[in-house]
């Protein structure tokens, strides 16, 4: 299993970037990038265009995070324009199934997300449709967020359900990730890493990502040896 690191370039400089993205390129796996459109969530960011520009720039797979309130009418756009990983939201997403296989279809991992205070269990006979389950650790919307530890037993319960259902699904965490708290996710099963404030809040990016890749790859090592993942 090999752990990946995904910055999130919410918390960069948006007028620079290619730059941003740049400083990690050589440390992290993906660039997490956050499309919010003021509706699902109360914030606005980016959209199409500028991750269509971004990714003729990027040495580094986008990872984007569709914040936005219809998913199903956007997400395969996304995909065809080259993003690797495209992750919907439940609460928003009303034709979930078909929306997961058109990012498929056109070429890019299909990534589910639930919120804090959504449960995961309802989605599990969707687990065949998805090659990434994001479960949020804060409420969506904003960077340097507090990281919720209410959602740790959760991430269990998920981690377990992808373990029962077999094959190759991420389980990514996002939202107040920094070295402090990414032990704790990586314990209860979490892989797939988004941190935004811990790495471009830093003095160093680089070095940064490295730091919570040693961290998070301690602690995965101890969840599985006392079988943090699969308990609960
Ligand atoms: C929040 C976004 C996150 C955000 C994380 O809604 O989905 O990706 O950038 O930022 P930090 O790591 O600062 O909490
Ligand atoms: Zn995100």
Known sequence: MTLQIAPSMLAADF?????????VADTADWLHVDVMDGHFVPNLTIGLP?????????????????MIADPDRWAPDYASAGARNVTIHAEAATAPVRTLRAIRAAGARAGLAVNPGTAVEPYADLLPEVDLLLVMTVEPGFGGQRFLD???????????LIARHGGEIWLQ?????????????AEAGADVFVAGTAVFGA???????????????????????CGGGSAG
Do not use: F
Request: overall charge positive; hydrophobic content about 50%.
């Open 150 to 160: 209410l959602v740790l037993p959760k991430l269990r319960r998920a981690s377990n």
């Open 173 to 185: 965490v996002d939202g107040g990730v920094t070295e402090e708290t990414i032990g704790r996710c």
């Open 203 to 225: 003095q160093g990016p680089c070095a940064a990502v490295e730091r919570l890749r040693a961290v998070a790859t301690a602690a995965w090592d101890r969840g599985r040896r």
């Open 50 to 66: 500028v991750v269509a520009a971004l990714l003729k720039h990027a040495a580094l797979p986008l990872d984007c995070h569709l």
């Open 15 to 23: 007028a620079r970037l290619a730059a941003e993205a740049a400083l």
